[in-house]
C-alpha cells in the first residue's frame, strides 16, 4: 500500500522547544516537499528536496530546517526561531524532473503555546 | 485542519445538482494543473489534472477546463454527492530550474441534502 505517512496527526509544544515532524514515503519518489497551511491561504512552501542529500529553501524557510538522509524520509524540525510555529504541515512527494502531481500525507496539527 | 477552510468563499449546491468551481491563475508560463479536495483535517487528494496543450479534460464524475487566453481553471462536478462536501483547489506549475507549485486558497462546497 503506497503513500506518504506523517506523524503524529496531533502535536502539542511549548513556546521555546524545537519539535521534528516526521515524514515518509514509499511511492520511490525522489522530489519531497514540506507545506505550511493557514486559514484562508493556499498552501506556502517550506523546503523542497529533488535528492538525496540535498535540499533548497522555499518561500518561507526561516525558522524550520530538514534533513534528507534517506530517499524515504524527509523530517521538518521547526525551532524555537520560528515566530508563529502553530498551523497544519503537509508533506508531499513527486516524481523527479517532471511536472506531475504532488502526492500528499495527511498532515500534522502542531499548537505551540 | 480543522481552521483551514475558515475565511473561504463558499459555494452551496443542492445534491444531484451540478457544481462549478473556478480559480484564476497567475503565471502565463504555467504548463500543468491540478485539482485538489481537501476535508476537514485531512491531506489533500488529487482529483484530476490538466496540461496546458488541452483545454479539457473528463474523469469520472469531473470536468477541468482550462482558457488559457484568461488564465482561467474551472473544475465541474456532475450529480454532486454529499462525500463530494470539502475544501477544493488548484494548483499551477511551471518550470524555473526545478518544477515550482502555486496552490489557489481553495473553495469551500456545501452540498444541502
Known amino acids: 500500500d503506497g503513500g506518504i505517512t506523517q506523524s503524529p496527526k496531533y502535536l502539542f509544544r511549548k513556546e521555546g522547544q524545537n519539535v521534528t515532524l516526521s515524514c515518509e514515503q514509499n511511492?520511490?519518489?525522489?522530489?519531497m516537499y514540506w507545506y505550511r497551511q493557514d486559514p484562508g491561504q493556499g498552501l506556502r512552501l517550506i523546503y523542497y528536496s529533488q535528492i538525496v542529500n540535498d535540499f533548497q529553501k522555499g518561500d518561507i524557510a526561516e525558522g524550520y530546517s530538514v534533513s534528507r538522509e534517506k530517499k524515504e524520509s524527509f523530517p521538518l524540525t521547526v525551532t524555537s526561531a520560528q515566530k508563529n510555529p502553530t498551523a497544519f504541515y503537509l508533506c508531499?512527494?513527486?516524481?523527479?524532473?517532471?511536472?506531475?502531481?504532488?502526492?500528499f500525507g495527511p498532515g500534522t496539527r502542531l499548537t505551540v503555546t | 485542519g480543522e481552521s483551514v477552510g475558515l475565511h473561504l468563499p463558499t459555494l452551496s449546491v443542492q445534491e444531484g445538482d451540478n457544481s462549478i468551481i473556478n480559480c484564476a491563475y497567475s503565471?502565463?508560463?504555467?504548463?500543468?494543473f491540478i485539482w485538489y479536495k481537501q476535508e476537514s483535517g485531512k491531506g489533500p487528494q488529487f482529483i484530476i489534472d490538466?496540461?496546458?496543450?488541452?483545454d479539457k479534460r473528463q474523469g469520472q464524475r469531473v470536468t477541468v477546463l482550462l482558457n488559457k487566453t484568461v488564465k482561467h481553471l474551472s473544475l465541474q462536478i456532475a450529480a454532486t454527492q454529499p462525500g463530494d462536501s470539502a475544501v477544493y483547489f488548484c494548483?499551477?506549475?511551471?518550470?524555473?530550474?526545478?518544477?515550482?507549485?502555486?496552490f489557489g486558497t481553495g473553495t469551500r462546497l456545501k452540498v444541502l441534502a
Open positions: 503565471n502565463s508560463a504555467s504548463d500543468y
Open positions: 511511492l520511490n519518489h525522489d522530489a
Open positions: 508531499a512527494s513527486s516524481i523527479q524532473g517532471s511536472n506531475y502531481e504532488q502526492y
Open positions: 490538466i496540461r496546458s496543450n488541452m
Open positions: 494548483a499551477e506549475t511551471y518550470h524555473s530550474g526545478t518544477y515550482k507549485y502555486i
